[in-house]
């Protein structure tokens, strides 16, 4: 309800925004035009992706803390370790980002269930070895999630906490790859626009990057990638969801139009009939963990 109330309003303000600063693109508001791209075909994951299954072995989630640099304060994240988590074997990182009414519980507690599909799919063999890192996206002393769309600037600079402080952090305490090709970043909403920026500008720290249903703070294709052939070169999977009904589906089709005009693999689903909810997210997770680290 409150998510919904929050999205409304960042709509009614982003429209005005965007509306006059750039004129020629279309907008990513509700019953705005979407460019015509070629989706990538919608798989429904199987009954019970996001259920507790029984008999299976669990992962655990644990709370964790790290000084930020950036930030000047010691900040919360959540990680995901998978079942039967061993120091001695090394494991790759997917740092999963939440949206603008979250925190790092959003994905655990507002229905996102991560350690469910995760642990679904360990057991049925389907990912790779990894951690799963949930961090707070608002790089601001004040980082709790009654900031709303007033910290829309803290989500902007995340990057420098994140690469500055969060993952030596995690590569300190865990048994984890500390190369590109074994870090990957991905979230919803605002989180889908932090890992679309932040991945693409740094694909010496991430090959894999994933938006699910990114909101307008993503940036234009142009920005996201100035130099087409390094980004063919460099970046190993660019993959996107978006609920068809969903207004903010511009800010991935924009994307995937420009990386089809462009010859850069891309990946985008249109989850069929779907709004700006956990169904697309949990789904986004299913998919995209599969695909990294491979
Ligand atoms: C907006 C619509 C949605 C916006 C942000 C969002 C700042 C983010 C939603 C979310 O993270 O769930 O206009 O502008």
Redesign the pocket.
Known sequence: MK?NFL?AA??L??AGFVNAQEPDIPMGMFGAPQVNVNFDPYVAAPQGFDQERQGIERGKVELIEYKSESVGTTRKCNVYLPPKYDPKKKYSVLYLLH???GDEWEWMNDGGVPNIIMDNLYADKKVADMIVVMPNGRAAANDSRDGG?GS?AAFGVFDKDLIGSLIPAIESKYSVYTDKDHRAIAGL??GGGQSLNFGLANMDKFAYVGGFSS???TNRPQQLIPDVEKTKKENKLLWMVCGGADG?MSNSSNLKKFCDDNGVPCTLINYPDEG?NFTVWKYGLYNFAQLIFK
């Open positions: 998510r999205f960042a709509m303000c982003v949206g603008i009414g769309y829309f909403s605002m909101a307008p703070n903010l700006h």
